[in-house]
């Protein structure tokens, strides 16, 4: 069987491939404190995860990434939303999972930053990267309904982050 049946076409609309992975304990969330070199992020809180390689299915790549950036192996990952970024082209199409770790679990730091434990309570005063006040609350509350959100994000002319979500989860 040959690639043709698949239509690829370079002048239609692109995605690379990106996982963000949530790690709950308890009412705290792990999130990584950026390395001074991510720019505008610099600082800012975020979920693990990044590109996924060639060959590399969605899970285990999340299951890498967290490895790579907080030196843990959560058993439980699971996907809980789809979000398309139109930035491009190519644009990302980010694979949102979220897992659990036990009480004892104790990340360690590495070359993209440094994991911390963000109390749920406390997010809204956390620097979060600009998209994780929506989306941490959404996947969390999909976890728990064993459901899948759909969303995009654009940006608008002033530069603002517009999210929108489909009807309802799958």
């Known amino acids: 069987m040959s690639l043709a049946g698949q239509r690829l076409d370079p002048r239609r609309y692109t995605v690379v491939p990106r996982t963000l992975s949530l790690l ?6 792990l999130l990584l404190r950026l390395s001074a070199d991510r720019g505008d992020w610099a600082g800012r809180l975020n ?6 390689e060639p060959g590399e299915d969605v899970l285990n790549s999340a299951r890498r990434e967290i490895r790579e950036e ?12 789809v979000v398309m970024i139109a930035i491009g082209p190519p ?3 980010l694979f949102v999972l979220v897992g659990s770790l036990p009480a004892d ?3 360690q ?6 994991p911390e434990w963000v109390r749920l309570d406390r997010l809204e005063q956390s620097p979060l990267v600009e998209d994780l006040p929506t989306l941490i609350p959404r996947a969390l509350a999909c976890h728990a309904a064993r459901e899948v959100f ?4 654009r940006y608008a002319e002033d ?12």
């Open 24 to 29: 709950v304990r308890g009412d705290e969330v």
């Open 47 to 52: 979920g693990l995860g990044g590109h996924i």
């Open 70 to 81: 907080a030196g843990l192996s959560p058993g439980d990952l699971r996907l809980c939303g």
């Open 91 to 93: 644009g990302i199409g």
């Open 105 to 107: 679990a104790s990340p």
């Open 109 to 114: 730091a590495g070359p993209e930053g440094h």
């Open 150 to 153: 759909l969303a995009s994000y």
């Open 159 to 170: 530069g603002g982050l517009r999210i929108s979500f489909a009807d309802s989860a799958v």
